[in-house]
T-cell receptor, first 115, second 111 residues
Framework: GAVVSQHPSWVICKSGTSVKIECRSL??????MFWYRQFPKQSLMLMAT?????????EQGVEKDKFLINHASLTLSTLTVTSAHPEDSSFYIC???????????FGEGSWLTVV | TQLLEQSPQFLSIQEGENLTVYCNSS?????LQWYRQEPGEGPVLLVT?????EVKKLKRLTFQFGDARKDSSLHITAAQPGDTGLYLC???????????FGAGTTVTVRA
């Protein structure tokens, strides 16, 4: 079964609104979580790395004020897309790893459509 | 410029044929992972290789990690339509274990 769960699986929101996506580790403590964005038929693009209890580290070109990441506990990280626009429509995927970093587990992904 | 160069980008073969996907870099990785992803789903881990020169077999899939831990290959023997999907290689470098992904290879196996 899944060890990392994302919610919601898909969401449609109106342009200008904010939407939150959750990423939970189900049976391990995720010291580090990663957020990716993926466009159709393309690879995963890392957006940010979040460590529990500290601010997320964003990749170059990713707006931290637009993509708010919170990693408040060892089992939960959230990505909030603020003031969403149609160009933010994409497949968002999280992954999580424990303290050793040996194995990285991916969530099922969340489809965001902004209309 | 991607850290990992994955090739080919697309591969379409007939059922029963063999195929190889390559993943190359000028950087050294502490580990390299191969994933398979179906449309609308998250990537599913196939294998992790950590030792230079390591070869791992998973049924009809053979994974190899280069001696210098800079490159890897995935070979599928007697491909089946169920092997169709997007194959992604990803390298991890300590200490932050961020994964750098290749561009992906879309494999289509025709019945």
């Amino acid at each position: 079964g899944a060890v990392v769960s994302q919610h919601p699986s898909w969401v449609i929101c109106k342009s200008g609104t904010s939407v939150k996506i959750e990423c939970r580790s189900l049976d391990f403590q995720a010291t580090t979580m990663f957020w990716y964005r993926q466009f159709p038929k393309q690879s995963l693009m890392l957006m940010a790395t979040s460590n529990e209890g500290s601010k997320a580290t964003y990749e170059q070109g990713v707006e931290k004020d637009k993509f708010l990441i919170n990693h408040a506990s060892l089992t939960l990280s959230t990505l909030t897309v603020t003031s969403a626009h149609p160009e933010d429509s994409s497949f968002y995927i999280c992954s999580a790893t424990g303290s050793t970093g040996n194995t990285i587990y991916f969530g099922e992904g969340s489809w965001l459509t902004v209309v | 410029t991607q850290l990992l160069e994955q090739s080919p980008q697309f591969l379409s073969i007939q059922e029963g044929e063999n195929l190889t996907v390559y993943c190359n870099s000028s950087s050294v990785f502490s580990s390299l992972q191969w994933y398979r992803q179906e449309p609308g789903e998250g990537p599913v881990l196939l294998v992790t290789v950590v030792t230079g020169g390591e070869v791992k077999k998973l049924k009809r899939l053979t994974f190899q990690f280069g001696d210098a831990r800079k490159d890897s290959s995935l070979h599928i023997t007697a491909a089946q339509p169920g092997d169709t999907g997007l194959y992604l290689c990803a390298g991890a470098r300590s200490p932050d274990y961020k994964l750098s992904f290749g561009a992906g290879t879309t494999v289509t196996v025709r019945a």
